[in-house]
């Protein structure tokens, strides 16, 4: 393998997850001539965190993670890359489980993908990483940074791959120690890499569903934690149409897995009502209920403070929905209120608002409260 000299003295350790983009990432560092080392991150173990609970009758399948290892461990070895093996379980669980449990207690749909890159990828890993003299951390996302007297978070060149909605929650700080080797690469030629390294996940399947539960059936996984509460599933009208297993397992905008037939459009969710545990459904995806046009974000970050009062710029209020132009307005407590351009669908409490201008990713704030105009939304 062909190595630039230029970089052979700065140390980078790259997360070595076991997929496509993280080692096609390792191939880059090494042919750009780093100082190149891996981890592999252990962040979820069943049986220690059903310890955590006092349930030991708690049955999961086991957790796809050593198959990822091994895979990792396959991908280093080939390459002449040193790969570290390092636990998370508990800082995942303090610091991005709980969180995502709180939040399903509060009937709404958090992302852990942004918790886990905030406080583990970019933080325990980080962390980790200077302990064992590393100058630079590499992560295999589709987003691109740049260094200079600020540190900025840059959409990836694969507009269908962009990973930065999950990025959002990460400080000018944490970015300074970043490198994304395949954020100017788009998907085919990252697998087309893997390929003429002749590396055996050049064809492995992404990754899909919440980071920790894997291919596993999300209602099953969760009800293991929180207790389910069926109920009615109504109407705007009120009218009873069906059951629900309990309004946490749904989110607005839904349509997969209600179980309502008849006649006319397909049923959609456009609301819940937590006090009389009813999930409000509708037919057609042009329901009122499901339109917003200003919204209330908490624990607002902004990677380097660099959005004016009243500025106009884009967001993403769900990952892959295309920007949506709005105005932003600083309130109180670390609290921003967003108004859009236009009504926008199915914008849904626990999950992320993220704001751009341009090819630029400025931060992201929780979703917390919903209106239409002065009407707020039962989300």
């Known amino acids: ?73 396959s991908v280093a070895n080939k390459l002449g890359v040193k790969l570290h093996r390092v636990d998370f379980v508990e800082e995942y669980w303090n610091d991005v489980f709980e969180h995502f449990l709180e939040e399903y207690r509060r009937n709404r749909t958090p992302n852990p993908d942004i918790a886990c890159n905030k406080f583990i990828k970019f933080k325990s890993f980080l962390d980790k990483a200077k302990e064992l003299g590393a100058d630079y951390i590499a992560m295999g996302h589709y987003a691109r940074v740049i260094h200079s007297d600020k540190h900025y978070l840059l959409r990836g060149l694969d507009a269908n791959k962009d990973q930065t909605y999950f990025l959002s929650g990460l400080t000018s700080e944490q970015l300074k120690y970043a490198l994304f080797p395949i954020g100017e690469m788009e998907k085919p030629d990252v697998r087309a890499l893997a390929t003429k390294y002749d590396l055996d996940v050049a064809k492995k399947k992404d990754s899909t569903g919440v980071c920790f539960i894997g291919e596993r059936n999300f209602k099953e996984f969760l009800s293991n934690y929180i207790p389910a509460k069926p109920g009615n599933m109504v109407t705007v009208d009120g009218e009873v149409v069906g059951r629900h297993d309990g309004v946490m397992y749904y989110t607005i905008g839904q349509r997969k897995g209600l179980g309502i037939g008849g006649p006319g459009e397909a049923w959609f969710v456009v609301g819940k009502n937590a006090q009389k545990n009813e ?91 919903v209106y239409m105009n002065d009407i707020k939304r039962n989300y």
Not at 10 to 31: H, Q
Not at 303 to 313: K, L, R, Y
Not at 336 to 352: F, S
Request: one cysteine or more; glycine letters at 8%; charged letters at 25%.
């Open 279 to 369: 999930l409000i459904v509708g037919q057609g995806d042009m329901q009122d209920m499901l339109f917003a046009n200003r919204v209330i974000l908490t624990d607002v970050n902004i990677i380097n403070n660099d959005i004016e009062e009243g500025e106009h710029i884009t967001a993403k209020f769900r990952y892959r929905q295309p920007d949506v132009g709005i105005t932003v307005h600083f309130l109180s407590d670390n609290k921003v209120e967003v108004i859009t351009d236009v009504p926008t669908k199915a914008i849904t409490p626990g999950q992320a608002c993220v704001f751009y201008r341009g090819e630029y990713c400025l931060g992201s704030g929780t979703i917390d409260e």
């Open 1 to 73: 393998m062909k190595k630039n000299q230029n970089k052979k003295n700065i140390k980078v350790i790259l997360g070595l997850s076991g997929g496509v983009d993280s080692a096609s990432s390792l191939i880059k560092l090494i042919e750009e001539g780093y100082d190149v080392e891996a981890m592999f991150m252990r962040n979820w173990d069943s049986a220690a965190n059903n310890d955590y609970l006092g349930n030991p009758t708690i049955n999961e399948d086991v957790c796809p993670q050593e198959k990822d290892y091994m895979d990792a461990l």
